[in-house]
């Protein structure tokens, strides 16, 4: 039985959540704002990165409303800004760790691997919902609790 790839495991998951989206890049909108996220091959490896962005509606033009979120991550010259990007092991309590993902990964665990892109997806979703607004991410940031790139208009 052939394993599936950490892309098809991320999919599911995302699914799982009800994150809309295809290949690498899924979606979901609380309040005012779009959780996106990505999985990131590493280079040189066989490990990953699971990337999240925030975009704020009201920061987005007309010509940006017209894309969709999940070419948020794509190279494409139609792109969804992205206000606020980070990693799930930069969301504040989140459990997930770079080099557990490394170490799932390495060891080709499909079970860990799983595991720790639940639990990353849940943080993110979590943390979107309970301090995704502008105001608190920007507090987070400001007290070093949150490791993000946070464009100046948020």
């Known amino acids: 039985m052939k394993k599936d790839s950490t892309k098809k495991i991320f999919q599911r998951v ?9 290949d690498k890049t899924f979606f979901m909108r609380h309040g005012d704002a779009y959780l996106i996220v990505n999985l990131q091959k590493a280079s040189g490896t066989c490990s990953f990165y699971i990337n999240g962005g925030l975009s704020y509606i009201d920061l987005l033009s007309s010509s940006d409303l017209v894309c969709s979120p999940f070419s948020a991550y794509n190279n494409q010259s139609t792109q969804l800004p992205i206000h606020v990007d980070f990693r799930a092991e930069n969301v504040p309590n989140s459990p997930i760790t770079q080099a557990g993902i ?14 720790i892109i639940f639990i990353a997806l849940e943080s993110m979703i979590l943390f979107a919902r309970n301090h995704g607004d502008r105001k608190e991410v920007r507090r987070l940031k400001q007290a070093k609790l949150f490791p993000a790139i946070i464009k100046k208009e948020v």
């Open 14 to 22: 995302a699914a799982k959540f009800g994150l809309r989206g295809r």
């Open 102 to 115: 490394d170490a799932a990964a390495s060891s080709h665990d499909a079970m860990a691997i799983e595991n």
